[in-house]
């Protein structure tokens, strides 16, 4: 089951790519002054070398002259502000595409998320987003002013001689039905061919990198080479195949300028050796079919360029859901009012059901829990019993099924965003940024002073080793390869104490840490709280007595029991 949505359909993506009409108007009308413009300097300068070999006064090349020099610059000035406000136009619209996109991705995170896979993600927030500027500024700007220039073109050429100007207008159509017909038939396979294929290769990649350690100790690293290597060969071949259709469609482009000038030549001879067309005027006739032709070569690349863009479109909108599960918690209907509810009541829970996306059963079962301010509470249980799924659901990650209250108020009434500022969630494996110390920190408290961080770090027990390391400049890796599970632990709660959260929830927290350590790492942790904050420790192991008052157990049967300790 699914709530409605707004779908994320290829064509509301297309739409949504193409600029404003007062920007892209712009676009289209400088190209079609650039393009117009070279066609000009061409059919000028013919006119101007066949007449000036006539020997005629130069009164009668000035204008001619003058008009050279103006096309020329023309064609270049108008070349730069086309590309000036094309990619103005383009990658301002671009920014609002991907803004849009992630914006319905974060209700998906996290747990909405977890059955997509990575590359899929990756490629429609990257790759596949970056596709769709080039709806307008090689499908739709280019196809527009070609199209005004070649119908001028064949005008101009009917003027001077209409036989030259029917055969143009026959190669143009002939050019155009014949190359986007080939390259469609050539290129639209392999072009969809490369985006799961470039997909398979990020798959990989992140794989690779994120499990190095893992491939060699058990010697693997040389398979996962060799995936890597096979998904890239897949992919060249199908860029190869797309580049390929490609170069065809050009050549038959090509072939038709040609075509289009030797039969302006057939048409037109006898017209001059009858007196009917001048000299000038059958170089201008032979002639500018080249400048047309050389404008007309970007319809095939629109074409090509289309097929990307629409493949793209149709890959982003099925990397979005169109609905948003039930299982998970919409942001939509309560606007936020920025400091969450207070908490000097208690926080209750009776006969919820948790459901993760996807899955046929209830997680969690029937369960009841009261928290008040102060409290320790231990939540245990065997593996699968619905530990990290209560977090969840406490959090607003997950929609329960049940009553769920926070001092009196039920849970759907408040917003998402400010239940998360009232209960805070320690993950077992916290996300921290490849930045130094500082900026992990102020990420919770973007106004604390450097004293505020140290007396947060201290308050876990990390200011020796944070003076050893250098300070709070020195940098922990990407998610803190760099350091410790324990340190990892102690700086993301020392974040969770700068945000104030009334409720903490520790989820495994000494996962990963050794033995040795691990009740160490819990007083301190638990310690460091404020004697009015409450804390869920969700933990499979026992903890040492008298850091917790009540134990909750979880049971696979969704069984609850409770005692106090």
């Known amino acids: 089951m699914s709530r409605p949505d707004a779908p994320t359909t290829a064509v509301r993506l297309l739409r949504g790519a193409l600029p404003p009409a007062r920007r892209l108007v712009p676009t289209i009308l400088t190209g079609l002054a650039a393009e117009a413009s070279a066609v000009a300097l061409l059919a000028v300068s013919a006119w101007l070398i066949v007449r000036a070999s006539e020997q005629p006064p130069v009164l009668y090349l000035s204008l001619a ?28 619209q671009l920014v609002r595409t991907r803004t849009d996109l992630v914006r319905r991705l974060v209700p998906l995170a996290p747990d909405g998320l977890s059955r997509t896979r990575s590359g899929s993600i990756l490629g429609a927030l990257v790759d596949d987003i970056d596709e769709l500027q080039d709806l307008p500024l090689r499908v739709v700007q280019p196809l527009a002013s070609s199209a ?11 003027l001077v001689w209409w036989p030259a100007a029917l055969t143009l207008l026959g190669c143009l159509v002939v050019a155009a039905v014949t190359a986007a017909a080939w390259g469609w038939v050539a290129g639209s396979r392999a072009e969809r061919a490369v985006a799961p294929l470039r997909a398979r290769v990020t798959e990989a990649l992140v794989d690779h990198l994120g499990a190095l350690d893992v491939l060699q100790t058990f010697g693997a690293a040389e398979t996962s080479r060799a995936r890597i290597y096979t998904a890239d060969q897949a ?3 199908a860029v190869v195949r797309r580049a390929g259709a490609q170069a065809a469609t050009t050549a038959v482009v090509s072939a038709a300028a040609g075509a289009a000038s030797i039969a302006a030549v057939l048409v037109s001879a006898p017209a001059v050796a009858a007196g009917a067309l001048s000299g000038p005027g059958l170089a201008v006739v032979v002639l500018v079919p080249m400048a047309v032709f050389e404008v007309f070569t970007v319809v095939p690349l629109a074409a090509a360029a289309w097929r990307r863009v629409h493949a793209a479109a149709a890959r982003v909108a099925e990397a979005v859901p169109d609905a948003l599960p039930v299982e998970l918690v919409s942001d939509r209907g309560v606007p936020a009012t920025g400091t969450g509810p207070s908490l000097g009541e208690r926080l209750s829970l009776r006969g919820v059901s948790v459901t993760w996306p996807g899955a ?4 969690l079962r029937d369960v009841d829990l009261d928290v008040a301010p102060g409290d320790r509470i231990l939540v245990s249980g ?7 799924t209560l977090a969840h659901a406490l959090v607003r990650f997950l929609e329960v099924d049940g009553d769920y209250d926070i001092g009196g108020v039920p849970v759907r009434a408040l917003s998402p965003d400010d239940v998360r500022r009232t209960i805070g969630l320690v993950e077992q494996h916290p996300m921290l940024f490849d930045d130094d110390i500082r900026q992990n920190l102020l990420f919770a408290r973007p106004t604390a002073t450097d004293a505020q961080l ?112």
């Open 148 to 158: 005004l220039v070649a119908a001028l073109s064949v005008v101009l050429v009917g």
């Open 382 to 388: 065997s593996s699968g019993a619905g530990k990290t």
């Open 65 to 92: 002259v003058v008009g050279v020099r103006f096309f020329a610059l023309s064609r270049a000035s108008a070349r730069y502000l086309e590309r000036l406000f094309g990619h103005d136009a383009a990658l301002g």
């Open 360 to 363: 046929d059963a209830p997680a």
């Open 235 to 237: 992919l060249r071949r």
């Open 454 to 565: 140290e007396r947060a770090l201290a308050r876990v027990g990390l200011a020796d080793w944070v003076r050893r390391r250098g300070g709070l400049d020195a940098r922990v890796g990407e998610r803190g390869a760099w350091i410790s599970g324990g340190q990892a632990q102690r700086l993301a709660l020392a974040r969770a104490l700068l945000r104030g959260f009334p409720v903490l929830i520790l989820d495994e927290p000494t996962a990963g840490v050794d033995p040795a350590a691990a009740d160490d790492l819990l007083r301190d942790l638990l310690s460091a709280t404020g004697s009015e904050q409450a804390v869920i420790l969700i933990s499979h192991a026992e903890v040492p007595q008298g850091l917790v008052d009540r134990v909750v157990r979880l049971e696979p049967t969704g069984v609850v029991s409770g005692s106090g300790r």
